[in-house]
């Protein structure tokens, strides 16, 4: 039976980006983030920040990194395009037959894809690990070959996300990776601890079997929703279609770009593993607390803004597509410029109170907050990115992110080999690295969409920017008034006191940041106070 659900909008002109769409997707990813959170503080607590979860992070990374390439990278991106496309244009039931005949391509590709990588984890391994021992690589190779069928399930996820996403639903997809956390923490934790109670090597079995069981949550609580609107999948070999044609073009120049980043993943990796123990952990363990707020700000307007940029630019709306897009970006820098300088000022009390538990020592502690230091550096510009790229691929200029990206590959190897063997930077050198590419990556996309567009909002931008200079001013004030009083003695401090002064800190750096940006006047700050004001009567 069809859904009572409402069909998916055409583009009208009046169309704008859906923040209220984003914030769920905010709140959602902010679930999911804690849940992440919670999951590696579980993993710490019981196998440390060496030898071991060096070994389960380098084998997750491997299916992971495929995973963000193929499944939710370039044929996500190419696949939401043209479903949002062909849904406008022909109808839904002409989008769900491009759903059956992506889906099945999908499984029998990524399927090959597994046993390929199956096949060859050892070399995947030393790619990623060029100072492992042998014991070491041998253990990373045994799980990645585990968790490599995760590839496929969280690729379906992907797709089934992305239909729901071009149907303007956005809370349930982004909350179904808060399942994988769960599914994985449970599932993890139980098995590893049956298999090895002292949580030694073959606990982190354990963990490999925990994140497949998660992978299929992921999948599985998104299902229903999608049933609700009709869909029913049946496969489909017909791939001799325009519309397959197009995604499969798109996914090209994707790939390329998407490839770059992995390949800056790569090389991180191998840099890190030269390290000793402990390196690949401490960036990881940093880079997640990033994640915060670039899952929350920067994937939430990026998800939003996709599926209607591609509409409008189906439609022809040129003038709605550059006011959305330079909207878009100015909410993304409005939160995520104060996010980065609360991690940069407090990251080392924020990484205690976090991670300081059982086997995660305080030499952990110190190198994690380092490397959090130098990837917030990176923070604004990592989260505009998401944005700004998916605006490329609405326009079918897909070729443009791939260049640079390629270019940005370049910069990342020198960046890393300068950092890590001539300067010594150690782990903090890499997580630098990340971040100048990344803020170089979206200085040259930006100029050249500001060229594509031929004005790009730019004074809107600089009045944003120096009122948020100011709202920040008084939060970084905050941040080090509380630093040098509530949390000066921080490594030394009992949890909760510790705890209790870093939520204090935190707490009224954030108040007095909206307090004056609200005072400033700034648009972008009513527009988001309007939607909370909206779900707060609603609840």
Not at 472 to 481: H, R, S
Request: glycine residues 10%.
């Amino acid at each position: 039976m069809p859904s009572s659900e409402p069909s998916a909008p055409a583009s009208a002109p009046g169309e704008k980006l859906n923040t209220r769409g984003a914030i769920l997707i905010a709140i959602a990813v902010l679930c999911s983030r804690v849940l992440g959170l919670v999951r590696l503080i579980v993993f710490g607590a019981l196998f440390g920040g060496g030898r071991l979860m060096d070994a389960y992070i380098t084998a997750f990374r491997i299916p992971n990194l495929l995973r963000d390439l193929v499944g939710e990278g370039a044929l996500s991106t190419a696949f939401v395009t043209t479903f949002s496309k062909t849904l406008l244009r022909e109808g839904e039931q002409s989008a769900w037959q491009l759903a059956n005949k992506v889906l099945t391509l999908a499984v029998i590709g990524i399927s090959a894809l597994v046993l390929l990588g199956i096949a060859l984890a050892p070399w995947l391994v030393a790619m990623l690990g060029w100072g492992f021992s042998p014991a070491k690589a041998a253990l990373t190779v045994e799980l990645a070959r585990i968790m490599y069928p995760f590839i496929l399930i969280v690729s379906l996820a992907a797709l089934v996300m992305g239909m729901l996403n071009a149907r303007n639903v956005f809370g349930l997809p982004a909350l179904a990776s808060s399942f994988f956390n769960l599914g994985t923490i449970i599932a993890g934790a139980g098995l590893g601890w049956w298999l090895d109670p002292h949580f030694g090597p073959k606990a982190t079995v354990g963990l490999a079997i925990g994140t497949l069981i998660g992978g299929l949550l992921q999948l599985g609580v998104q299902i229903p929703r999608l049933r609700r609107f009709g869909y029913r999948f049946r496969p489909d070999f017909r791939w001799r279609d325009s519309r397959v044609k197009a995604i499969l073009l798109i996914m090209g120049p994707s790939l390329i770009a998407a490839s770059s980043v992995q390949v800056n993943v790569v090389v991180n990796s191998g840099f890190a593993s030269l390290l000793g123990n402990g390196p690949i952990t401490w960036l990881q363990y940093a880079f997640r607390l990033m994640q915060f707020p670039l899952g929350m700000f920067g994937v939430a307007f990026g998800t939003v803004a996709l599926p209607m940029l591609a509409r409008m630019a189906a439609a022809g709306n040129h003038e709605g597509f550059r006011t959305e897009l330079a909207r878009g970006l100015r909410l993304v820098l409005l939160l995520t410029v104060p996010a980065a300088i609360g991690l940069i000022m407090l990251a080392g009390p924020i990484v205690s109170v976090l991670y300081q538990h059982g086997r995660f020592s305080a030499h952990d502690v110190l190198e994690t907050a380092s490397a959090l230091r130098m990837y917030a550096i990176g923070l604004c510009a990592y989260a505009a990115l998401k944005v700004l790229v998916n605006a490329f691929y609405a326009i079918d200029r897909r070729k443009t992110p791939m260049m640079v990206s390629l270019c940005a590959m370049g910069l990342n190897v020198l960046l890393c080999w300068l950092t890590t063997l001539r300067l010594h930077w150690g782990p903090q050198g890499l997580a630098f690295s990340t971040a100048c590419v990344a803020t170089v990556n979206f200085v040259v996309l930006y100029a050249l969409m500001r060229r594509h567009l031929g004005r790009f909002e730019s004074r809107a931008m600089l009045t944003l920017l120096a009122r948020l200079g100011v709202a920040c001013a008084v939060l970084a004030l905050i941040c080090w008034g509380g630093s040098s009083t509530l949390l000066a003695n921080w490594p030394g401090e009992a949890f909760w006191p510790k705890l209790g002064g870093l939520l204090l800190v935190i707490v009224t750096s954030i108040g007095a940041f909206f307090a004056c940006a609200m005072l400033l006047g700034i648009e972008e700050m009513h527009d988001i106070a309007q939607v909370v004001k909206r779900k707060l009567r609603v609840a």
